[in-house]
């Protein structure tokens, strides 16, 4: 079993809806959860991070984590077609060095 | 700011051979990861650099090497090259004390033959 999880997709929305990603873990030792954005051929862009548990907002971009039951969900709201990439969790243990990460989801967001 | 760069961008190389990849890291970085990700997955930690040293390495063989340079640059080495070595291989770099906002390069393609 991996020890993180992300459905591979692909998710396809409208254009102006809200997309929901989400990720599970196995490792409680995990602290430092991030979300990615990588387009195709190319690099991941580091969208958010969250430390522990709770909710981070920026701008379009809600991030959630729920430590007691070992899930973590990103928001989109307003969804445009330009958000059409894969979208990567990782996460890091506290004074880790490695990110751990799922193995992604594709998103299409239709105009 | 400049961000991180590599080169080269792609590469083919024949079963057996040797490759060297290369990463400048984002200014005011001083911590370099390197990680391989496979055509539809996640990228896998192979190692990291700090202070020109090695500080953790994931589950990849030793014929993946690297090197640190004082103005914390990298290069990754990869010997005996297998066809399973054909991915993309990333670059990231982190302030010391913030590693867990990892900034990537664009990530080199190597072919494998």
């Known amino acids: 079993q991996k020890e993180v999880e992300q459905d591979p997709g692909p998710l396809s929305v409208p254009e102006g809806a809200i997309v929901s990603l989400n990720c599970t873990y196995s490792n409680s030792a995990f602290q430092y959860f991030m979300w990615y954005r990588q387009y195709s051929r190319k690099g991941p862009e580091l969208l958010m991070y969250t430390y522990s548990s709770g909710n981070k907002e920026d701008g379009r971009f809600t991030a959630q984590v729920d430590k007691s039951s070992k899930y973590i969900s990103l928001f989109i709201r307003d969804s445009q077609p330009s958000d059409s990439a894969t979208y990567l969790c990782a996460m890091l243990k506290a004074a880790g060095n490695k990110l751990t990460f799922g193995g992604g989801t594709r998103v299409l967001v239709k105009p | 700011e400049t961000g991180v760069t590599q080169s080269p961008t792609h590469l083919i190389k024949t079963r057996g051979q040797q490759v060297t990849l290369r990463c400048s890291s984002q200014s005011g970085h001083n911590t370099v990861s390197w990680y391989q990700q496979a055509l539809g997955q996640g990228p896998q930690f192979i190692f990291q650099?700090?202070?020109?040293?090695?500080?953790g390495r994931g589950n990849f063989p030793p014929r993946f090497s690297g090197l640190q340079f004082p103005n914390y640059s990298s290069e990754l080495n990869v010997n005996a090259l297998e066809l399973d070595d054909s991915a993309l291989y990333l670059c990231?770099?982190?302030?010391?004390?913030?590693?867990?906002?990892?900034?990537f390069g664009p990530g080199t393609r190597l072919t494998v033959t």
């Open positions: 650099y700090y202070r020109e040293e090695e500080n």
């Open positions: 990231a770099s982190s302030s010391r004390d913030g590693t867990y906002e990892q900034y």
